[in-house]
């Protein structure tokens, strides 16, 4: 077996690759890499013993086979899903974390990454680009419904609550507080500037600009848009695919697309850092 310290250098250089890809690279991560690093991590997957193989290999084809689905949505790139699924044969269980003494119950690694990038992802795109729309002055101007104030008080005051009854329940822990409010508070934030969130991220692009596996915010495209480009193009949706590229290039009327959005590599990276160091974070709230 490869020594565990190895495996740790290698996760991290896999993660940091994928995000630099995406980051510098227009988001674009070469297939070969994407194909190269999965193939090795399931070479050293072999190097495990019999149950971890089994179990290595079940929670991979499980990533797979559901990143696929939410790929075909439109939710996720193609790279993501499969960068998640190496993540998982490079460490398939989560190990003892650095700077915690909590027991992981041997829980499988990827699923303390995607929990860790979920809140580094709501916390930080919240952060940075309600950051940007305050600074361009749209923040400022923003004057967001009565519903969705509500909507978002709502929502962390539902934190609030998850924050007593869990120190009720197993004590209060400076740490886990830290966790929720700011999760709660992001995510009261998110919704309520919901639109100014999203007008950070996207550029109007013609069709013919257009690169496969783009996203396209169609969650901004007035109604009437959404009818016109879905009567020109029966795979127009969220992800661009060669088909969409192909009846729609011809049209001369731009679309919304996510050409600025934090990608999500760059979340995985911290994902897989949270998880070294503290492990999974839903056992802070049981224990």
Request: glycine share 8%; proline share 4%; aromatic share 14%.
């Amino acid at each position: 077996m490869i020594p565990f310290i190895y495996r740790i250098a290698l996760l991290l250089i896999v993660g940091l690759a994928y995000a630099a890809y995406d980051l510098l690279n227009k988001r674009n991560v070469p297939d070969i890499f994407v194909y190269g690093v999965f193939i090795l991590g399931l070479a050293i997957t072999f190097t495990y013993g019999l149950r971890t193989i089994e179990i290595s290999l079940t929670i991979s084809t499980l990533i797979i086979a559901l990143g696929y689905l939410i790929y075909r949505k439109g939710i996720m790139g193609a790279g993501d899903f499969m960068e998640f699924a190496t993540i998982s044969m490079l460490l398939p269980i989560q190990p003892n974390p650095i700077l915690s003494q909590l027991p992981q119950f041997g829980l499988p690694f990827i699923l303390s990454v995607l929990i860790s990038t979920g809140y580094s992802a709501i916390v930080l795109t919240t952060i940075y680009y309600l950051g940007r729309s305050f600074i361009k002055g749209g923040f400022r101007s923003a004057s967001p419904k009565r519903r969705k104030i509500y909507h978002g008080l709502g929502l962390f005051i539902s934190y609030l609550i998850l924050l007593f009854l869990i120190s009720y329940l197993a004590g209060f822990k400076a740490f886990t507080a830290v966790i929720i409010i700011t999760m709660g508070a992001a995510s009261s934030l998110a919704v309520i500037f919901e639109k100014e969130i999203n007008m950070q991220m996207v550029s109007y692009v013609y069709p013919k600009d257009l690169s496969k596996e783009d996203m396209i915010a169609t969650n901004l495209m007035p109604t009437a848009d959404l009818k016109y480009f879905s009567s020109k193009s029966k795979h127009f949706g969220r992800l661009v695919t060669k088909e969409t590229l192909n009846e729609t290039k011809a049209i001369k009327k731009k679309i919304p697309v996510y050409t600025s959005g934090i990608p999500l590599a760059f979340f995985a990276l911290i994902g897989i850092i949270i998880s070294l160091l503290f492990g999974n974070l839903l056992i802070y709230f049981i224990i």
